[in-house]
């Protein structure tokens, strides 16, 4: 059974989510501060649950704060962050902060289980995949799948579960232009007509960590009008 941790102030609505994800066959914990979150995530005797529900909105620690705090702890549990706030700086802060997903207030029920269990799937789907280690740049550049590090001359970075599904994705079409519209349906798994500025958020991300100058990529290039091509060897 997997068990979701909801950070969530608003009474009624938490025991909503709660209602509907055990009806689901989740197991299902709430708190209602960011505070709370963080002790049971990240606390000295952390609970191991598989995925977080996360409102932006919270009393004391917001859900910025909570997110970023995680990430610098290195719990890197699937987040889908819930928010009334659906400006494009919001979303994208969230995305920066370490959220795997984003989804706006109101929201339909259909769509809300929809996202857990595609993060839920992808989670699983990061495990057992070729190229768990996979090397490029004439091996002085490599990404662990497994333990979602990316090692750059012998800096490591620790990616979050959505940076190293969109990089595995690319590294899976070596080569190839892939489109952010592909990107969006089969990495996040939504419809096509999704914004895809996300996407862009993301690659930005791993060039900082890839590319020698992240202005002039040769590993993680723009496929002008189409969207983007993973290349191995850094002179190709």
Partial sequence: MKRILVVE???HLANGLRFNLEAEGYEVEIVETGEDALLRLAGSNPASFDLLVLDL???GMDGFGVMTELRRAGNFIPTLMLTARGHADDVLRGFAAGADDY???PFELAILLARIHGLLRRREWLQP???????FGDGEKQVDFD???LSVRGRT???TQMEANVLRYLIQ???KPV????????VWGLQEDTDTRPIDNFIVRLRRYIEDDPTAPRHVQTVRGVGYRFVGEAGR
């Fill in 9 to 11: 102030d608003e009474r």
């Fill in 147 to 149: 333990r979602l590090e």
């Fill in 103 to 105: 989804l706006t207030k």
């Fill in 157 to 159: 970075y620790q990616l």
């Fill in 179 to 186: 489109s952010r519209k592909a990107m969006i349906q089969e």
């Fill in 57 to 59: 909105m919270l009393p």
């Fill in 129 to 135: 995949v070729r190229k768990d280690n996979f090397a």
């Fill in 173 to 175: 079409h070596e080569g």
